[in-house]
Every structure is written in structure tokens, then in C-alpha cells.
């Protein structure tokens, strides 16, 4: 249905809080392409908010906006978990090309907009699998039929 490079800017790490290690993840722009031939840019200010738990998984908590190249805006709420063993995750933060067969990152999608021509996005569920590249993320999106 959509597939979503995002450019990230480097982790901030904020610090352990009660519950894991609070971290952010600013956007710094990207682009999307989906069916009918929807296309498109990341506008400026998306946030994934992470929670890494001791258990080495991390929540992912993602929130920004497409903009379509008919200037239609498109909001993106994902939420879910990237999970991977130690050594895996070290190569991920070292920025080392790691296959996405390697850990597990999937994400729920809630997509809402005012555009008439992709207002059939305010109805769908989807959900996304992702790969954690060096400074981009590749979010795939499907359709929950």
C-alpha cells in the first residue's frame, strides 16, 4: 500500500526513566510512494518517541505527516516494537547494514487526513514492517484486509 523511507536524524538519548531508557528520534525529511500512484515528502518535524526496555526490545511510538505531490497532507501514527538480539542491535547502532530477516520490527498504522482524493486512508487499519538503516528507516505499509 505505501512504502516510507524516512531520514533520521542520530538517536538522542534522554536518559533512564522507571520504565526503560527514554530516547528520540527526530525526522529530517524522506519520501513515500504507495499504490494509484501516490507520492510524496515527509514534512519537517516528525518524531519517533522510543522506549528502550531492559529486555533490549524498543517501543517505538512515530508521529508525522505526509505531504502527497498535489500538497494533500496525510497523518502517520505508528506504533509497535523493534526487537533484536544484542549483537544484532549493536550492528544496527554501529549503522552496519543488517538484513531485516535479522530482528523483528513492526509497527500498527493509523493514517487520517482531510483530502478527498486519499480520505479512503481515514478507514483502514495497516500495519508496517520496517528495516532500520543507517540514517534512514524503511517502513513498509500494508493494508489489514
Known amino acids: 500500500m505505501l512504502t516510507i523511507d524516512v531520514a ?3 538517536v538522542v538519548d534522554l536518559g533512564d526513566v522507571p520504565l526503560g531508557g527514554r530516547r528520540v528520534v527526530v525526522f529530517d525529511g524522506g519520501t513515500f510512494a504507495g499504490r494509484d500512484g501516490l507520492h510524496g515528502t515527509i514534512a519537517p518535524g516528525g518524531v ?7 529486555d533490549g526490545v524498543i517501543e ?3 508521529h508525522y505527516v505526509l505531504v502527497t505531490d498535489d500538497s494533500e497532507l496525510i497523518e502517520v501514527r505508528s506504533t509497535g516494537v523493534r526487537k533484536a538480539s544484542p549483537a544484532v542491535a549493536d550492528r544496527i547502532a554501529r ?51
Open 8 to 10: 533520521v536524524q542520530p
Open 60 to 62: 517505538i511510538d512515530a
Open 95 to 145: 549503522g552496519e547494514v543488517v538484513a531485516p530477516s535479522e530482528y523483528y520490527f513492526r509497527t500498527h498504522v493509523r493514517l487520517s487526513t482531510a483530502a478527498p482524493r486519499v480520505a479512503w486512508m481515514n478507514d483502514l487499519l495497516a500495519v508496517s514492517t520496517g528495516e532500520r538503516r543507517r540514517d534512514t528507516v524503511r517502513i513498509d505499509v500494508h493494508e489489514v484486509g
Open 48 to 54: 519517533d518517541w522510543q522506549l528502550a526496555r531492559s
